[in-house]
């Protein structure tokens, strides 16, 4: 990855650009905007592939993904990469956070982009905004260093995935600072045609409630950073053969 500077979106942090580049013959160098304090993010997703995944699918074809707090687009810029074919939904409720995400995966070939979050029920909520980190909004009281609030759209997870008309889905990766619980909940039994759920958890409750919720999943992969928050990986037993 390297940075250069050019016209970039309205943003209240600094941003710079990043030229990404895929894995041979994935993709073309793509361009992307990122706050600058942020370009930690890119490594982790991009650079040391935090949510790489088993090559075990129930089905062939191109890759079809829902991408749930998307942020600035890291993560289905690497789905893409994995899948140059994929179809990703990202879904993104922060105006200047949206702004960027259209910015840099916008213009690319079966991305989709939702300006709301996803959560249980059809609501207006304010989310906090953190001061130092795009990745921490949250309506949940989960932001660090809490700044100013906005009002956003919620929609229910389970009317949009029927919505999407989605009879299977390859990946369903969910990063909402503390929404990942109600998610899971709204989606039920809709995640038995879910292959691989990949979350990141904000409190030891919510980790053992992900866990509680996906009883047909086997978690296959965890970290953690500090205490109480980390991404976990779960693939579904019919991928395993039992």
Not at 179 to 202: F, K, N, P, Q, T
């Amino acid at each position: 990855m390297s940075a250069t500077t050019e016209s970039l979106p309205a943003h209240p942090f600094p941003l710079e650009t990043l030229t990404i580049q895929g894995p041979a013959g994935s993709h073309a160098p793509i361009r992307i905007a990122i706050p600058r304090q942020e370009r930690f993010r890119a490594d982790e997703i991009l650079g040391q592939a935090e949510y790489a995944l088993p090559t075990s699918r129930s089905h062939g074809g191109p890759l079809t993904v829902i991408d749930a707090g998307a942020n600035v687009g890291l993560f289905a810029l690497y789905m893409k990469f994995v899948d140059p074919q994929a179809t990703v939904h990202c879904f993104e409720p922060v105006p200047t956070t949206l702004g960027l995400l259209e910015h840099n995966v916008g213009s690319l070939s079966r991305v989709h982009v939702h300006p709301f979050a996803l959560g249980q029920g059809e609501r207006e909520v304010e989310i906090t905004l953190s001061r130092s980190n795009t990745g921490a909004n949250s309506f949940k009281g989960t932001c660090g260093d809490p700044g100013e609030g906005c009002v956003i759209s919620c929609r229910d997870a389970a009317a949009e995935f029927d919505a999407l008309g989605l009879d299977r889905l390859d990946v369903l990766k969910v990063d909402t600072e503390g929404c990942e619980v109600e998610i899971l909940e709204s989606l039920g039994d809709r995640l038995d045609a879910v292959d691989y759920v990949l979350l990141e958890y904000h409190s030891d409750d919510d980790r053992r409630r992900l866990d509680a919720l996906l009883p047909q999943f086997k978690l296959f992969a965890c970290s953690s950073r500090v205490v109480d928050c980390g991404v976990v990986k779960y693939m579904h037993r019919r991928l395993l053969g039992g």
